[in-house]
């Protein structure tokens, strides 16, 4: 049994996980594997750091959970007209949705606006970690509430699915013991049943995991976006944020770094990582010395880090079985 101070540290572990991948990750974004991995060395470079989209939206899906105690698309749908800054990388479907929004549309009228099937890209996934800490405790739940918050901008069924790998293994990872590597063969598992009857392309990402993990574990970055991939689309960079996290935390810098090193959506695919290894090492694991680089101002790091607090309290009054 996790007590509840551990269980808060996880909360924050998760949302300031996202925004440290996100914010660290973002310099890297579109670059080859070989290009990323001789940049590394930057990631030891003080400067200030801002974050994208990513954190954007993770910041307002979870004002939303706390304002109403569940997961609302109409409301999270007017978190997003609000708050979302779309400065900061938006994709394209999601900033057309958003403006649509904006000008009053209906929040379930505004998803096919660029993409006639709806959107695959990973923008449900990249922002459901609020979801993951919040329903933890009840995976049916989880997965309606990652399906309902993708559904706003995202109704492609890789987009959607995306968001409910994303969102569980952020959950499991919160329940892990935070001292221990994962259970990675028992959260396979857990992750097909949960994944079923969703989109063969996870089924098939799930069994690339199983023989990476039956061989040897750890491969290069190429070997990484070869299986896995590294792209924008969900399918081909939320699979690969579970198979970096479930390999390298509790380490979180090296699990970070490592997602960097596969070049592409370098922020996202960090950010994911971050949410999931920091739901499972906490707050008290994550390094200071990065987290000193995170930008401030209304929206900040000290923002973040009080609403992580407040959906855990949010999660103790409303979702606690
Ligand atoms: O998914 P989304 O919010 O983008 C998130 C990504 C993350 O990497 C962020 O960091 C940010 O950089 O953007 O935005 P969308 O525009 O819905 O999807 C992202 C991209 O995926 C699109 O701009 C397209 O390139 C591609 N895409 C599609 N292409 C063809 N047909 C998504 N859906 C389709 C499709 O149906
Ligand atoms: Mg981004
Ligand atoms: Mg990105």
Redesign the pocket.
Known sequence: MISKEILKDKFRGAILGCFLG?SFG?GF?GMSPDRAISRLGTLSEKYGRTY???TD?TLALAESIIESGKVDPEDIARKFSQFCDLTR?????????VLALRRGAPWHEVSRI?????????????RVSPVGVFFHHDFEALRKAAMDQANI??T?P??QWGAVMQASSVGMALAQDPKRPFKKEEMLIELREILWPGPVEYQKALNQMETIFSQSGKIEAKEVVRRLGN????YR?VPTASYIALTYSPDFQDAIRTSISLGG?T??IA?MVGAIVGAHVGERCLPVEWMEQLEEGPRGYSFARDLAGRLFETWCEMAKP
């Open positions: 996100d973002a974004e994208t989209d990513d939206m990388g938006y994709g394209m479907g999601t900033i057309q949705a660029v993409f006639e099937k709806g959107s695959f890209g990973n923008g449900a996934a990249m901008t995202h492609h890789l987009g792209g924008i689309e969900a960079s959506d922020d996202t950010g």
